[in-house]
């Protein structure tokens, strides 16, 4: 029956004329409002899939084990052991929790967990080489837990560190900070990255290009493309509901890469030293919400 208001009541025909009642179609729709219309523009738009708060907490929950997996690869982190005991640890502990490394045969790499040491960017594969003291190592885990994904890395001081380690590992957990400092809604993507550049070239160091943070939910990489750089104001405006990666590497020489012949290996050119740290973040009504929170 319709109201006395003239609005569509709930056993009304559908005004979209799909001949099904109203509250059998686009009732709930409506309900939604603006958000399902938002939903429905950015996955038309930019494929940005908008989580709901179900997924929220699932990839809340894989962030907790990727978290507390990190937090423990850091007490056995000296000089002596080699990346290959760190993937063995990571995917021990991932699978005794109910989890899948996700970086396992993802298109094609080897082992469960990336570890990049010294002047290695990003994606080292885990190996029989032993950290020696002085070393920097970065340890990027992705879990997979009840079919949510959640990424973060961070880099490590094996042992007693010389001041150009001690630097670039400041200036990346600095870069990532200040990079999520501008998530919230209005802002655009480009503004994480003009700060992240910012920053990290104002301190001499540089900013890798070649790899970028992502968006993550029930797979590994999608959009949108967070780039550590570039230009303010530039790129898709964030709303509540998107959930990214931000994850820059900074080196301490120029950002020039080469990949080795094992075709994952990512090192600087010129040979100095890189440093990287990585959160998942889910952007609020306010702000954001890391989904791997830890320190920085
Ligand atoms: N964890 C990396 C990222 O931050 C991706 C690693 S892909 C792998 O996006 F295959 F090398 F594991
Ligand atoms: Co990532
Ligand atoms: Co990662």
Redesign the pocket.
């Known amino acids: 029956m319709a109201s006395d208001d003239g609005s569509v009541g709930r056993n009304d025909d559908c005004p979209c004329g799909s001949g099904l009642k109203y509250k059998r179609c686009c009732m709930n729709k409506a309900k939604e409002g603006a958000n399902n219309d938002l939903a429905e523009l950015y996955l038309r738009n930019y494929r940005i899939k908008l989580k709901t708060a179900h997924d929220i907490a699932g990839i809340k929950i894989a962030g907790r084990l990727v978290v507390d997996t990190l937090h423990k690869v850091e007490e056995i982190v000296k000089p002596g052991i080699t990346t290959n005991d760190i993937n063995r640890f990571v995917h021990d502990y991932t699978v005794k929790n109910g989890a899948v490394p996700a970086p396992l045969n993802y298109r094609g790499f080897p082992k469960s967990v ?1 570890t990049s040491v010294n002047e290695v960017i ?1 994606h080292g594969i885990p190996s029989d080489r032993v950290l020696k003291e002085g070393d920097i190592v970065n340890v ?3 879990s997979i837990l009840n079919g949510y994904y959640a ?3 961070m880099t490590f001081f094996v042992g007693e560190c010389g001041s150009d380690a001690h630097k670039i590992v400041d200036v990346a957990r600095e870069s990532l900070k200040r990079g999520l400092g501008m998530v919230k809604p209005d802002n655009t993507i480009g503004d994480i990255g003009w700060a992240i550049q910012e920053y990290a070239e104002g301190v001499g160091c540089s900013v890798v290009r070649e790899f970028i943070g992502h968006g993550i939910g029930k797979v590994f990489h999608e959009p949108p493309d967070v780039p550590h750089f570039g230009r303010r104001g530039s790129g898709i405006t964030m709303v509540p509901g998107m959930v990214f ?1 931000v ?1 820059p590497m900074v080196n301490i020489g120029k950002r020039f890469l080469r990949v080795l012949e094992d075709e994952w290996t990512a090192v600087t050119r010129d040979g100095s030293l890189s440093a990287q740290f ?1 959160q998942t973040i889910v952007v609020t009504e306010y702000g954001y919400e890391s989904l791997t929170p830890y320190d920085l």
């Open positions: 990336c990003c990027d885990v992705t990424d973060a890395n990666t994850e990585e």
